[in-house]
């Protein structure tokens, strides 16, 4: 099956440093890539989609320049976090998007638990 | 751009009983929506999705129907289990997603 890890699992870290969150597709390419950010008992809000070889593409109300995304290969995005703090808190999460014969379907990542102090 | 309503918030039935939770869509060009089920700090999993050429699937005790014209689809869990307690996702979309709210659905013994 399809099957997308997130590292870290969990980070602390202090106001205005900046975090480096990495999705990998493990047994799939993955020439797109989704990051998510969801806030307690609340749904899953798409920050940006992220294309392997091109810029990443941010929703509306998402600042590209504190959310870095960066798609370097067919297996790995990353979103770095940068000067971060406490309202930044929150649980990420990835996605991967398989696409078959013309059909997608999207598998995310176990997702990675940031804490602004 | 796409707007998915989702409906309830909140579900509690008894083991045994039938769950449904009803999704709307505004974007007539969606033709995929699957249905996810995240348990609290885990990654949301696809439980099911149609896409918009088919009325109605099914997979053991999860349906779920879609009705294009009246742009909602919904979700049936029947003989509902404890480990069925979870926050549902609806979603419409292409490759792209737009996810409902969530429905936290409680299965009491």
């Known amino acids: 099956g399809a099957v997308v890890s997130q590292h870290p699992s969990r980070v602390i870290c202090k106001s205005g440093t900046s975090v480096k969150i990495e999705c990998r597709s493990l047994?799939?390419?993955?020439?797109?890539m989704f990051w998510y950010r969801q806030f307690p008992k609340k749904s899953l809000m798409l920050m940006a989609t992220s294309n392997e070889g091109s810029k990443a593409t941010y929703e509306q109300g998402v600042e590209k320049d504190k959310f870095l995304i960066n798609h370097a290969s067919l297996t790995l995005s990353t979103l770095t976090v940068t000067s971060a703090h406490p309202e930044d808190s929150s649980f990420y999460i990835c996605?991967?998007?398989?696409?078959?014969?013309?059909?997608?379907?999207?598998?995310f990542g176990p997702g990675t638990r940031l804490t602004v102090t | 751009g796409e707007n998915v309503e989702q409906h309830p918030s909140t579900l509690s039935v008894q083991e045994g009983d039938s769950a449904v939770i009803k999704c709307t869509y505004s974007d007539s060009a969606s033709n995929y929506f699957p249905w996810y089920k995240q348990e609290l700090g885990k990654r949301p999993q696809l439980i099911i999705d149609i896409r918009s050429n088919v009325g109605e699937k099914k997979d053991q005790r999860i349906a779920v129907t879609l009705n294009k014209t009246a742009k909602h689809f919904s979700l049936h869990i029947t003989e509902t289990q404890p480990e069925d307690s979870a926050v549902y996702f609806c979603a419409a979309g292409y490759s792209t997603l737009t996810f409902g709210k969530g429905t936290m659905l409680l299965v009491s013994p």
């Open positions: 047994d799939f390419q993955a020439t797109t």
């Open positions: 996605s991967a998007l398989i696409a078959t014969s013309g059909t997608y379907e999207q598998y």
